[in-house]
Nanobody, 122 residues
Framework: QVQLVESGGGLVQPGGSLRLSCAAS????????MGWYRQAPGKQRELVAG???????NYADSVKGRFTITRDNAKNTVYLQMNSLKAEDTAVYYC????????????????WGQGTQVTVSS
C-alpha cells in the first residue's frame, strides 16, 4: 500500500523559510519521479516542483530561485526547501508519486499525500 506522509508546514512570516518533507512507503522509491504541488483556496492544484528518479528537477516559474526540491533515496524521502516565502505561497502543499513518463501535471497523479498547510503571513 502506497503511503506518502508530508510534514514541515506551518505559519511563517514573509521572507522566511520552511522545509517540507514527504516520507514514502509501499513503493520502490528510487525508481519514481516525485513532485510537490500546492492548492490555494478557490484555485486549482498546481505543480510547484518535480524531481526525476535521476535527480533532474523542474520548477514552476513562480518559485524558481526560491524553492529547491531534493530527494534522499536511502530515506525514501523527498524534500522541498522554501526560502523567501511570500503571501502568495500560502496553500496546502501535497507530495505526489508521479506516474511513469510523467508530464508533470496533477491530472495523471494517482498517489497523493494528505497535504500540509503552509501559511505566509505577518
Amino acid at each position: 500500500q502506497v503511503q506518502l506522509v508530508e510534514s514541515g508546514g506551518g505559519l511563517v512570516q514573509p521572507g522566511g523559510s520552511l522545509r517540507l518533507s514527504c516520507a514514502a512507503s509501499g513503493i520502490i522509491f528510487s525508481i519514481y519521479a516525485m513532485g510537490w504541488y500546492r492548492q490555494a483556496p478557490g484555485k486549482q492544484r498546481e505543480l510547484v516542483a518535480g524531481i526525476t528518479s535521476r535527480g533532474a528537477t523542474n520548477y514552476a516559474d513562480s518559485v524558481k530561485g526560491r524553492f529547491t526540491i531534493t530527494r534522499d533515496n536511502a530515506k525514501n524521502t523527498v524534500y522541498l526547501q522554501m526560502n523567501s516565502l511570500k503571501a502568495e505561497d500560502t496553500a496546502v502543499y501535497y507530495c505526489s508519486k508521479e506516474p511513469p513518463f510523467t508530464a508533470w501535471g496533477p491530472t495523471a497523479v494517482t498517489y497523493w499525500g494528505q497535504g500540509t498547510q503552509v501559511t505566509v503571513s505577518s
